[in-house]
């Protein structure tokens, strides 16, 4: 099967990491800290949002609603909407966080529903908790916030070098918003400035979906199987610095400014919109209903060892590939096939199917050691006959929606599979043996000839020669980068626009054997 990888030898590196997690104390587990299990509010069909969805639900029997948030200002503002429209509840799960400009914005919203009385829990990765923990720190100590921390490095019983051979390569990679257990946004933005067309070095082209009906309570009891889980600590159990209660006050009262200053902006305007109840009763949030189901891995995973470890969002995607007749695409960031990867995508081209591949460029990457992997079985891929493309780090068109002034650099963040223009897969899995055995990831499965048409024209959009380098093959077997650049078609014979630390980076990085670790 081909998600089933085969590991490549690990060096000196790895036993070093091996050497350091030898012979440290062992983490009291998450239910050794006063800490009280709490699980998804039922029966919120009584709230706004469930009395505005109630009569589509009941004309489309077992289905869910979907709609797509292809940019990052619409990303944005939906969060804040359903948030602003919470009345019982908000659930948010994210590998990594930030308090920088959207990030503000956002915190502030739930600051503001908490203090209506919605409870608010919050699960964060440890990855970047450092770019968040005055925030988290502040938001924990407010009435109706709890947060809480998976697989953190240490706590405040521990040495910082606990587990540090495991806490670095298993990490909690889900996305995902719920509010009212009746809507929910899933796919691969993290929350930060530059997963919502902010970011003033570089931003992500990215797609999440809302999802409503049914399936949020499926997204529901998996936000709560790892809310309760034996990895989830709460965050006042860490090393985390003691603040003082002025220098909370000080934070609230800086989310507080920071809104009224964006209110009060041109683009301010739109986070006064019309409630989401209202827009959704109205339909003019328009929803795509569809069969639906939710491949999520169980928090245990990263307690596993890395070759008995399975990957529900790969094994379903093995599934749905199996029965393809025609297609299927993929659009990954990050993409390590490895070798059994490599063998598994040509031989669904050699039966007929067309496998067409979107990841990013080296120019377009944020990630040069992935890339570095990738780069050992581009090759292979294209010999094979699969159709592979790699996104060129340009702004995205004039008419994109934006609050913010971002940057001029642009990369690929999204994670999608579509099998036959019929089944669609969004979420937070990559293509890569860090998502298949280390991390744990999420995905939703729609079944939508509706979406998978968007989802189509958007990748015909960025994998045109203007957004895209093709890669190919050379009659004398090389590779080529083909192009069009200023109306005319271009050819590359190395790594387009990267630059020459780049390509000297990645070359150092592809001599490591960690392709099975990336």
């Given at each position: 099967?081909?998600?089933?990888?085969?590991?490549?030898?690990?060096?000196?590196?790895?036993?070093?990491?091996?050497?350091?997690?030898?012979?440290?104390?062992?983490?009291?587990?998450?239910?050794d800290?006063?800490?009280?299990?709490?699980?998804?509010?039922?029966?919120?069909?009584?709230?706004?949002?469930?009395?505005?969805?109630?009569?589509?639900?009941?004309?489309h029997?077992?289905?869910?609603?979907?709609?797509?948030?292809?940019?990052?200002?619409?990303a944005?503002?939906?969060?804040?909407?359903?948030?602003?429209?919470?009345?019982?509840?908000?659930?948010?799960?994210?590998?990594?966080?930030?308090?920088?400009?959207?990030?503000?914005l956002?915190?502030?919203?739930?600051?503001?529903?908490?203090?209506?009385?919605?409870?608010?829990?919050?699960?964060?990765?440890?990855?970047?908790?450092?770019?968040?923990?005055?925030?988290?720190?502040?938001?924990?100590?407010?009435?109706?916030?709890?947060?809480?921390?998976?697989?953190?490095?240490?706590?405040?019983?521990?040495?910082?070098?606990?587990?540090?051979?495991?806490?670095?390569?298993?990490?909690?990679?889900?996305?995902?918003l719920?509010?009212?257990?009746?809507?929910?946004?899933?796919?691969?933005?993290?929350?930060?400035?530059?997963?919502?067309?902010?970011?003033?070095?570089?931003?992500?082209?990215?797609?999440?979906?809302?999802?409503?009906?049914?399936?949020?309570?499926?997204?529901?009891?998996?936000?709560?199987n790892?809310?309760?889980?034996?990895?989830?600590?709460?965050?006042?159990?860490?090393?985390?610095?003691?603040?003082?209660?002025?220098?909370?006050?000080?934070?609230?009262?800086?989310?507080?400014?920071?809104?009224?200053?964006v209110?009060?902006?041109?683009?301010?305007?739109?986070?006064?919109?019309?409630?989401?109840?209202?827009?959704?009763?109205?339909?003019?949030?328009?929803?795509?209903?569809?069969?639906?189901?939710?491949?999520?891995?169980?928090?245990?995973?990263?307690?596993?060892?890395?070759?008995?470890?399975?990957?529900?969002?790969?094994?379903?995607?093995?599934?749905?590939?199996?029965?393809?007749?025609?297609?299927?695409?993929?659009?990954?960031?990050?993409?390590?096939?490895?070798?059994?990867?490599?063998?598994?995508?040509?031989?669904?081209?050699?039966?007929?199917?067309?496998?067409?591949i979107?990841?990013?460029?080296?120019?377009?990457?944020?990630?040069?050691?992935a890339?570095?992997?990738?780069?050992?079985?581009?090759?292979?891929?294209?010999?094979?006959?699969?159709?592979?493309?790699?996104?060129?780090?340009?702004?995205?068109?004039?008419?994109a929606?934006?609050?913010?002034?971002?940057?001029?650099?642009?990369?690929?963040?999204?994670?999608?599979?579509?099998?036959?223009?019929?089944?669609?897969?969004?979420?937070?899995?990559?293509?890569?043996?860090?998502?298949?055995?280390?991390?744990?990831?999420?995905?939703?499965?729609?079944?939508?000839?509706?979406?998978?048409?968007?989802?189509?024209?958007?990748?015909?959009?960025?994998?045109?020669?203007?957004?895209?380098?093709?890669?190919?093959?050379?009659?004398?077997?090389?590779?080529?980068w083909?192009?069009?650049?200023?109306?005319?078609?271009?050819?590359?014979?190395?790594?387009?626009?990267?630059?020459?630390?780049?390509?000297?980076?990645?070359?150092?990085?592809?001599?490591?054997?960690?392709?099975?670790?990336?």
């Amino acid at each position: 099967m081909v998600l089933e990888l085969t590991p490549r030898p690990r060096r000196v590196f790895i036993l070093i990491i091996i050497l350091l997690s030898t012979g440290c104390a062992t983490r009291p587990l998450a239910t050794d800290y006063p800490r009280t299990p709490s699980y998804t509010i039922a029966g919120t069909q009584d709230t706004a949002l469930g009395k505005s969805l109630a009569p589509a639900i009941k004309a489309h029997p077992g289905q869910s609603g979907f709609h797509l948030l292809t940019t990052g200002t619409d990303a944005l503002l939906m969060r804040i909407s359903m948030v602003q429209a919470a009345e019982r509840s908000i659930d948010l799960q994210y590998f990594s966080t930030r308090d920088d400009t959207t990030g503000k914005l956002l915190l502030e919203a739930v600051l503001r529903a908490a203090a209506r009385g919605v409870r608010v829990r919050m699960l964060l990765d440890d990855w970047n908790l450092d770019d968040f923990k005055l925030g988290a720190i502040a938001l924990n100590a407010q009435p109706n916030i709890e947060i809480r921390v998976f697989n953190p490095y240490a706590t405040r019983d521990q040495s910082v070098f606990s587990r540090i051979g495991t806490v670095f390569i298993r990490r909690m990679h889900n996305k995902v918003l719920i509010v009212d257990n009746q809507t929910a946004i899933m796919g691969g933005r993290n929350l930060g400035d530059e997963y919502f067309d902010a970011g003033q070095d570089i931003n992500f082209r990215d797609v999440d979906v809302l999802a409503a009906g049914p399936i949020t309570g499926k997204i529901s009891k998996s936000f709560d199987n790892y809310w309760n889980s034996d990895e989830a600590y709460p965050v006042k159990v860490l090393n985390l610095p003691d603040l003082d209660p002025e220098v909370i006050a000080d934070l609230r009262y800086s989310l507080h400014q920071h809104w009224e200053e964006v209110l009060h902006l041109p683009s301010g305007k739109r986070l006064r919109g019309m409630p989401l109840a209202q827009q959704l009763k109205n339909r003019q949030l328009p929803l795509i209903w569809a069969n639906a189901q939710l491949a999520a891995d169980t928090p245990e995973k990263v307690d596993q060892p890395k070759d008995a470890s399975e990957s529900q969002p790969g094994i379903r995607i093995d599934q749905l590939v199996s029965d393809a007749q025609h297609e299927f695409i993929i659009i990954t960031p990050y993409f390590v096939p490895l070798d059994d990867g490599v063998k598994w995508l040509n031989s669904q081209v050699a039966r007929g199917i067309d496998v067409r591949i979107l990841t990013n460029s080296l120019a377009s990457t944020d990630m040069v050691p992935a890339q570095a992997g990738y780069s050992h079985y581009r090759a292979a891929l294209v010999r094979g006959g699969v159709e592979l493309y790699e996104l060129k780090p340009l702004q995205p068109k004039p008419d994109a929606k934006t609050m913010f002034k971002g940057s001029s650099q642009h990369g690929l963040h999204a994670k999608i599979y579509m099998i036959d223009r019929r089944s669609l897969v969004i979420g937070s899995f990559n293509f890569d043996p860090r998502s298949i055995k280390l991390n744990t990831e999420q995905v939703l499965v729609i079944q939508s000839p509706e979406l998978s048409e968007k989802v189509t024209r958007l990748f015909e959009q960025i994998t045109a020669p203007t957004s895209s380098f093709h890669v190919m093959l050379t009659e004398t077997g090389a590779l080529t980068w083909v192009s069009e650049e200023h109306g005319k078609e271009v050819y590359y014979d190395f790594n387009p626009h990267a630059g020459f630390w780049r390509n000297v980076t990645t070359s150092l990085f592809s001599i490591l054997p960690i392709d099975d670790e990336l």
